[in-house]
Nanobody, 123 residues
């Protein structure tokens, strides 16, 4: 069965950078869209970024535009989220998702999910 394994989370100071990675094992049928979501205590899961198969079409939530970059390496079955100029408000559990269909912003439209990785940004 398909599994997504994440790495790269941690603790950084405000203004710092992190790159989180998500690698898929097994075969993903379709898999045209990968996405990143995040969730902080007391809040609903929030869309962060998504990327299509060829990597020529991306979408970001307004709060991370210009700071975060999503990319993918299809040969490695891996998607990345480069996070620069991190702010305390970015603190959350970040989860990757694969095989998005239809509405890229809706977590219910993704077939596979990683376990989540904690990103903490200190002020």
């Amino acid at each position: 069965q398909v599994q997504l394994v994440e790495s790269g989370g941690g603790l950084v100071q405000a203004g710092g950078s992190l790159r989180v990675s998500c690698t898929a094992s097994g075969r993903i049928v379709g898999g045209y869209v990968w996405g990143w979501f995040r969730q902080s205590p007391g809040k609903d899961r929030e869309f962060v970024a998504a990327i299509n198969w060829s990597g020529d079409y991306t979408r970001y939530t307004d709060s991370v535009k210009g700071r975060f970059t999503i990319s993918r390496d299809n040969a490695k079955n891996t998607v990345y989220l480069q996070m620069n100029s991190l702010k305390p408000e970015d603190t959350a559990v970040y989860s990757c998702a694969a095989d998005g269909r239809g509405n890229w912003f809706d977590p219910a439209k993704y077939a596979y999910w990683g376990q989540g990785t904690q990103v903490t940004v200190s002020s």
